[in-house]
């Protein structure tokens, strides 16, 4: 049973940065697909950033692209989201989840099965 623990969320100015983390328990993350995604009040929960267990492969949303970048450190059984030039419409609960399935892009959140509690992030200034 994998679990995740999100931390790093906040409060943050227009234009700021955030990294966000999400530490593994219970498996190794080695052969996971992870991603991250987003829920802001009232909207559908939609996916971020994604990378695969082995390959390197990653992918953004179009909204996110240049600014937000996933990585992982298997070692640490740690997920990582940096985010920068953050932005009003950024504002969300961030989660992160975990797939055994090989990666599809663009992220498919049935193929996700376990996630974390999730970390707020509000951008306002």
């Known amino acids: 049973q994998v679990q995740l623990v999100e931390s790093g969320g906040g409060l943050v100015q227009p234009g700021g940065s955030l990294r966000l983390s999400c530490a593994a328990s219970?498996?190794?993350?080695?052969?996971?697909?992870m991603a991250w995604f987003r829920q802001a009040p009232g909207k559908e929960r939609e996916g971020v950033s994604c990378i695969s267990s082995s390959d390197g492969i990653t992918d953004n949303a179009d909204s996110v692209k240049g600014r937000f970048t996933i990585s992982r450190d298997n070692a640490k059984n740690t997920v990582y989201l940096q985010m920068n030039s953050l932005k009003p419409e950024d504002t969300a609960v961030y989660y992160c989840?975990?797939?055994?399935?090989?990666?599809?892009?663009?992220?498919?959140?049935?193929?996700?099965?376990?996630w974390g509690q999730g970390t707020q992030v509000i951008v306002s200034s």
């Open positions: 219970g498996v190794t993350l080695d052969y996971y697909a």
């Open positions: 989840a975990a797939s055994r399935s090989r990666l599809r892009v663009p992220i498919v959140i049935a193929d996700f099965t376990s």
